[in-house]
C-alpha cells in the first residue's frame, strides 16, 4: 500500500485516505436553476459527516447549475468539494481551462466521467463532444498536475494540484473485462475509484477478489458506492430501468415485504449492513455514498455505518 | 455504401410546386442499392408527384432520368444538353451528388430527394446500418476490426462505458455496444491483452473538425 501512502496533493480525501482512514464521500445535485442556496443546503446537511462532495455534471444529461459554479459555492463555504467532470459536453480546451479555472479556487479533487447519453436528458437533439473519453481524460488531469503541460505541450503556470478519480462499475457488461478496465483506469492515472451503487454484495466481493488478485487495491483507493433505497419501487425501477445496475431479487422481495410506511426505513437498514459487510472487504478504502434527493439521511447511514466522527486532516 | 432515406414526398412537393417542368435524377450507385435514390425509386417519386399535381389541377411535367453516377464529372455532363429545360431538378443522389450537380449547373435549382444518413451495410434486405464516419485515420486495427468512432453512442476510444448491457448500448432501440462486440473480437482473436492498452488521444482534425477535407494524389493526377 505504500505507494499511495505519500500525498501528492493538498486534497482533504487524499489525506485521510492516505493515513489509512475509511474516507466518506457523498454527492449533492445541483438545481435545476440558479439559487446557490439549494445546493450549499444540502451540502450543510451533510458537511460534518463526510470528508469530501462530489457535485454532479449535468447528470442523466439534464441541464442544471453547473458543476465547477457549485464546487466553488461549497469551497467557499470551507468544504472540500469532488468536481465531476463528464467529457460529454466539453472539448480539450474546455475540459482544461474548467480544470485552471477549479484549481484557481483550489479545487483538489476530480471525477472523471464519460457522461450519460445526451438522449437522456432535457435535450436530446444536442450534440455530443466526446473529444476525449474518460481515460484520456484522467490522462489530461495527470499530465497537467505532475508535468506541468497542457495537452499540446506548452507549460502551465501553477499547475492544477487534483487528485484524480475515476468511476467503475463492477457490474456493467461484459463482466469479464471489468477488472481489466479499472486496470486501464489505474494505468491512465486514477488515483480514486468511486464505484456504481452496490446492491449485489456477492458480485462485489468477487470484483473485488479478482482486483486483489492483480493488485489494483495497492494501486488506488476503491470507495464502495451506495445508494439507500426509498421505497420498494425504487428498488423495481433500479432493478429493471438503470443500464449497468445490479439488483438481486432477494433485495427487492425485502423491500417489498415490509409495508409501505416502513420501506424508507428498510433501505436505510440494508445501505447500513452494506457497509458493516464491505468494511471488512480487503482493498476497500472507504464509501461514497449517494442518497439522491434525501441527503437528510446521510449523517444517520454515516453514524449508524460505524463511520462517524470523521478524522481531522488537519490533525493527519 | 452511402445508406440514405426517402424524404417525405411533402417535402419534395413544397421545393418543386412552383415549376412547369421538373427533372428527377437518381443514381445507379449506392442509392439504388438502399433502394432510396435508383431509377426503380424515380419511377415510383415521379408517379406519385405526376398523381398529385393532377389532382391539384397543376399542369407539372415531370421527366426522369437516371445516371450510373452524380459524384463524376462524367456521367453529370450527360444531362448538360436537356438540363436548361427545367426550372428545378430532383436529386435522389446523396448529397454528394446534389451538390456536385448544383456546382456544375449553377443557374438550375437543385433539391435533395432523400436524406443522406450514413455509410453502411446492408444487413439484410431493408436493413441497413451504421460503420464509418470517414475519420480520416482508421483506427480499426486496434479494434478487432469494429469501428467505435461509428458504432460507439459516445465514439469511446477506451470503451465501454457504465451503460453496456447485455450487449446492448444504453440509448435502447436494439442498438448493439460496439464495444461488446470489440471484446469478443478480441477474445476470439485471442488479443484480449491489447484491450488494456490505452488508446492515444485521438487526432480530430483529420475528421469534419479539422474543416472540409480533400485527398490530393500527385501520382495519380493527370
Ligand atoms: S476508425 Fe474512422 S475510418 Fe475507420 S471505420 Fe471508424 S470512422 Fe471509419
Ligand atoms: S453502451 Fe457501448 S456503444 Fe453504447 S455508449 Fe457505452 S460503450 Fe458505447
Not at chain 2, 54 to 83: A, F, S
Not at chain 2, 96 to 121: A, H, L, W
Request: with cysteine; net charge neutral.
Amino acid at each position: 500500500m505504500n505507494p499511495m501512502r505519500t500525498t501528492r496533493t493538498d486534497s482533504k480525501l487524499e489525506k485521510i485516505l492516505a493515513a489509512g482512514h475509511l474516507a466518506v464521500t457523498s454527492e449533492c445535485g445541483p438545481p435545476r436553476g440558479s439559487d446557490a442556496e439549494l445546493i450549499k443546503k444540502k451540502a450543510d446537511l451533510i458537511k460534518n459527516h463526510v470528508d469530501a462532495i462530489n457535485i454532479t455534471d449535468n447528470q442523466t444529461s439534464v441541464t442544471r447549475l453547473c458543476s465547477l459554479a457549485s464546487c466553488i459555492h461549497l469551497k467557499l463555504m470551507g468544504l472540500e468539494p469532488v468536481l465531476q467532470m463528464v467529457v460529454r459536453d466539453r472539448n480539450r480546451i474546455a475540459l482544461q481551462s474548467d480544470i485552471l479555472g477549479a484549481a484557481s479556487f483550489d479545487i483538489r479533487n476530480m471525477l472523471c466521467l464519460s457522461g450519460d447519453h445526451q438522449k437522456f436528458g432535457d435535450c436530446p437533439q444536442g450534440q455530443n463532444v466526446f473529444d476525449l473519453d474518460s481515460m484520456q481524460l484522467l490522462q489530461t488531469v495527470r499530465q497537467m498536475r505532475d508535468q506541468g503541460k497542457f495537452l499540446g505541450g506548452d507549460e502551465i503556470k501553477r499547475p492544477p494540484r487534483i487528485f484524480a478519480g475515476a468511476a467503475a462499475n463492477p457490474f456493467a457488461d461484459p463482466f469479464d473485462i471489468r477488472v481489466r478496465r479499472l486496470a486501464k483506469k489505474v494505468a491512465a492515472g486514477a488515483e480514486f475509484i468511486q464505484t456504481q451503487c452496490i446492491y449485489n454484495l456477492d458480485r462485489f466481493e468477487e470484483w473485488m477478489k479478482q482486483v486483489r488478485d492483480r493488485g489494483l487495491h495497492e494501486k488506488v483507493y476503491i470507495l464502495a458506492g451506495l445508494t439507500p433505497f426509498k421505497s420498494a419501487g425504487m428498488a423495481k425501477y433500479m432493478k429493471n430501468k438503470v443500464p449497468g445496475m445490479d439488483v438481486p431479487d432477494e433485495v427487492v422481495k425485502r423491500m417489498a415485504g415490509v409495508p409501505k410506511d416502513k420501506q424508507a426505513e428498510e433501505g436505510l437498514k440494508i445501505c447500513i449492513e452494506s457497509i458493516q459487510r464491505l468494511k471488512e472487504v480487503e482493498g476497500v478504502r472507504g464509501f461514497h455514498i449517494m442518497a439522491i434527493e434525501w441527503e437528510e439521511k446521510v449523517p444517520e447511514i454515516v453514524e449508524k455505518g460505524g463511520l462517524y466522527p470523521r478524522p481531522d486532516p488537519a490533525a493527519l | 455504401m452511402i445508406v440514405a432515406d426517402r424524404k417525405p414526398i411533402e417535402e419534395i412537393i413544397e421545393y418543386i410546386k412552383d415549376a412547369n417542368k421538373v427533372l428527377i435524377v437518381g443514381c445507379n450507385e449506392c442509392v439504388t442499392v438502399c433502394e432510396a435514390g435508383g431509377k426503380k425509386e424515380v419511377g415510383v417519386l415521379a408517379s406519385a408527384l405526376r398523381m398529385y399535381f393532377m389532382n391539384q389541377g397543376k399542369d407539372i411535367k415531370i421527366d426522369e432520368v437516371t445516371l450510373e453516377r452524380q459524384c463524376d464529372h462524367e456521367y453529370l455532363e450527360e444531362i448538360r444538353n436537356i438540363i436548361d429545360q427545367y426550372q428545378a431538378v430532383v436529386s435522389l443522389a446523396c448529397g454528394v451528388g446534389v451538390q456536385f450537380m448544383s456546382e456544375k449547373y449553377f443557374q438550375t435549382p437543385v433539391f435533395p430527394g432523400v436524406n443522406t444518413c450514413f455509410m453502411g451495410v446492408t444487413e439484410e434486405r431493408g436493413v441497413w446500418s451504421e460503420r464509418c464516419q470517414g475519420c480520416g485515420q482508421c483506427i480499426l486495427a486496434t479494434t478487432g476490426g469494429i469501428c467505435p468512432v461509428s458504432r460507439c453512442a459516445k465514439r469511446l476510444f477506451n470503451g465501454p462505458c457504465g451503460g453496456s448491457s447485455k450487449g446492448m448500448c444504453e440509448i435502447g432501440g436494439e442498438v448493439p455496444c460496439a464495444w461488446q462486440i470489440i471484446i469478443d473480437r478480441l477474445t476470439a482473436l485471442g488479443r484480449l491483452d491489447d484491450y488494456e492498452k490505452l488508446a492515444p488521444i485521438k487526432d480530430w482534425s483529420k475528421e469534419r473538425a479539422g474543416g472540409p477535407r480533400k485527398v490530393v494524389r500527385e501520382d495519380v493526377r493527370q
